[in-house]
């Protein structure tokens, strides 16, 4: 007979069931994190071209040099601050992309400043204020020649270009490289000036140093003695200019479907809960007897058709009862086992060996005869000892 049983319950259900409700918490605040992100925008990039970041990506390097060179900087981060520091003064006006204004937003600002320079230019920008210039390719960072005889590229020499733009009508272009232009200059009706460089590949802390980087950045922005750098805020945005979210474009339904779900599982989490910690605390006295494992094995195997696994098991437990009987050391071995009892049948080693190791069925049949074989070993091994107490 063998008796199973859970082992002793050793945690603290009260300790369990705290971690558990803490990993619950942690979970439902990440998932509300997820899913607030994905329904009212994405991570926004930081730090890159902020004139005040010291980051690689950042612009703090130049905007150091260009107050040691006298210039005033000012940094704007919104569009009225800009405004104000544009006001009464020829200002140099350097912008990142600003895709939350308006064409007519976006031309009003410019004209408030003497000089524009777009260091992060895109197609919008470059049609509204460069008389229709547009992107081009890429040069991955690759340094050229100005090809110009404009002052700053021209003084500066060789420099990287990145990002490459179509000249529009009456647009100059330097530094072209397959066909387009790293820098584009356009001087206007009214004699401002709108310069377009990839500011990723020129003017960040990391690339300023590299081949005439610097030289063409401190040129294109030091032309007058003030700089008003806009880094574009969310909140400037033109009424419905304002990019549109993942909530915006899905259907009005989906927010609430997704709210619906979001409280269904926190209630069958709570429901859920409940059931933290062992299942089951008490001892079970449950007792099964050790044949009818041994048998209930064998069955298995043989459904499967694994004659030599059913055979195997078989004989494990006819080792077993055997070394039992006769006296044996439990772990003696099973060669061992065999000529033990081959001597005390006064039979051949090898047919004891076959019968409880070696020999192998391959079919029912076999396993069939195989298993009587060993039924009868077992009856002549029992009568042999019970012969042997008469005796004596």
Same mark, same amino acid.
């Given at each position: 007979?063998?008796?199973?049983?859970? =082992?002793?319950?050793?945690?603290?259900?009260? %300790?369990?069931?705290?971690?558990?409700?803490?990993?619950?918490?942690?979970?439902?605040?990440?998932?509300?994190?997820?899913? @607030?992100?994905?329904?009212?925008?994405?991570?926004?990039?930081?730090?890159?071209?902020?004139?005040?970041?010291?980051?690689?990506?950042?612009?703090?390097?130049?905007?150091?040099?260009?107050?040691?060179?006298?210039?005033?900087?000012?940094?704007?981060?919104?569009?009225?601050? $800009?405004?104000?520091?544009?006001?009464?003064?020829?200002?140099?006006?350097?912008?990142? /992309?600003?895709?939350?204004?308006?064409?007519?937003?976006?031309?009003?600002?410019?004209?408030?400043?003497?000089?524009? &320079?777009?260091?992060?230019?895109?197609? %919008?920008?470059?049609?509204?204020?460069?008389?229709?210039?547009?992107?081009?390719?890429?040069?991955?960072?690759?340094?050229?020649?100005?090809?110009?005889?404009?002052? =700053?590229?021209?003084?500066?020499?060789?420099?990287?270009?990145?990002?490459?733009?179509?000249?529009?009508?009456?647009?100059?272009?330097?530094?072209?490289?397959?066909?387009?232009?790293?820098?584009?200059?356009?001087?206007?009706?009214?004699?401002?000036?709108?310069?377009?460089?990839?500011?990723?590949?020129?003017?960040?802390?990391?690339?300023?140093?590299?081949?005439?980087?610097?030289?063409?950045?401190?040129?294109?922005?030091?032309?007058?003695?003030?700089?008003?750098?806009?880094?574009?805020?969310?909140?400037?945005?033109?009424?419905?200019?304002?990019?549109?979210?993942?909530?915006?474009?899905?259907?009005?339904?989906?927010?609430? =479907?997704?709210?619906?779900?979001?409280?269904?599982?926190?209630?069958?989490?709570?429901?859920?809960?409940?059931?933290?910690?062992?299942?089951? @605390?008490?001892?079970?006295?449950?007792? &099964?007897?050790?044949?009818?494992?041994?048998?209930?094995?064998?069955?298995?195997?043989?459904?499967?058709?694994? $004659?030599?696994?059913?055979?195997?098991?078989?004989?494990?437990?006819?080792?077993?009862?055997?070394?039992?009987?006769?006296?044996? $050391? @439990?772990?003696?071995?099973?060669?061992?086992?065999?000529?033990?009892? $081959?001597? %005390?049948?006064?039979?051949?080693?090898?047919?004891?060996?076959?019968?409880?190791? @070696?020999?192998?069925?391959?079919?029912?049949?076999?396993?069939?005869?195989?298993? /009587?074989?060993?039924?009868?070993?077992?009856?002549?091994?029992?009568?042999?000892?019970?012969?042997?107490?008469?005796?004596?």
């Amino acid at each position: 007979m063998t008796a199973i049983s859970d =082992a002793p319950v050793t945690a603290h259900p009260r %300790r369990r069931a705290a971690l558990g409700w803490i990993a619950l918490a942690v979970g439902l605040l990440l998932i509300g994190l997820v899913g @607030t992100t994905l329904v009212y925008g994405g991570w926004k990039e930081k730090g890159l071209l902020d004139p005040e970041s010291p980051a690689p990506d950042g612009a703090r390097a130049l905007v150091r040099i260009l107050e040691q060179q006298g210039v005033t900087v000012t940094v704007a981060r919104d569009r009225a601050t $800009a405004e104000r520091a544009l006001a009464g003064s020829d200002a140099t006006l350097v912008m990142r /992309d600003a895709p939350m204004l308006s064409d007519a937003t976006l031309s009003s600002l410019a004209e408030r400043a003497r000089d524009v &320079v777009l260091v992060e230019p895109r197609s %919008r920008a470059l049609d509204v204020l460069m008389n229709g210039s547009a992107l081009g390719g890429f040069a991955a960072d690759r340094a050229a020649d100005p090809g110009c005889d404009l002052p =700053a590229p021209e003084a500066a020499g060789t420099a990287r270009t990145g990002e490459l733009m179509v000249p529009g009508q009456g647009v100059d272009g330097c530094y072209r490289v397959d066909g387009d232009f790293g820098l584009l200059s356009w001087e206007t009706s009214d004699g401002r000036t709108v310069t377009a460089l990839d500011g990723t590949s020129t003017m960040t802390n990391a690339a300023l140093p590299l081949d005439g980087n610097a030289a063409l950045a401190i040129g294109t922005l030091a032309r007058t003695g003030t700089v008003v750098w806009y880094v574009p805020s969310p909140s400037d945005a033109d009424a419905g200019t304002a990019p549109q979210t993942l909530g915006d474009l899905t259907p009005p339904w989906v927010t609430p =479907a997704i709210l619906l779900l979001f409280l269904s599982g926190l209630v069958a989490a709570i429901w859920r809960g409940r059931r933290f910690g062992p299942l089951v @605390t008490e001892r079970l006295p449950v007792m &099964v007897r050790a044949n009818e494992t041994t048998e209930g094995r064998a069955r298995l195997y043989a459904a499967a058709g694994d $004659a030599p696994h059913a055979l195997d098991e078989l004989r494990r437990a006819a080792r077993g009862r055997l070394v039992r009987v006769m006296g044996l $050391a @439990t772990h003696t071995p099973p060669e061992q086992v065999a000529d033990a009892v $081959a001597e %005390r049948l006064g039979a051949d080693r090898g047919a004891m060996r076959g019968i409880l190791i @070696t020999d192998t069925p391959t079919t029912d049949r076999d396993l069939v005869a195989a298993s /009587d074989r060993l039924r009868d070993l077992e009856t002549s091994v029992r009568a042999a000892l019970s012969t042997e107490r008469t005796t004596r």
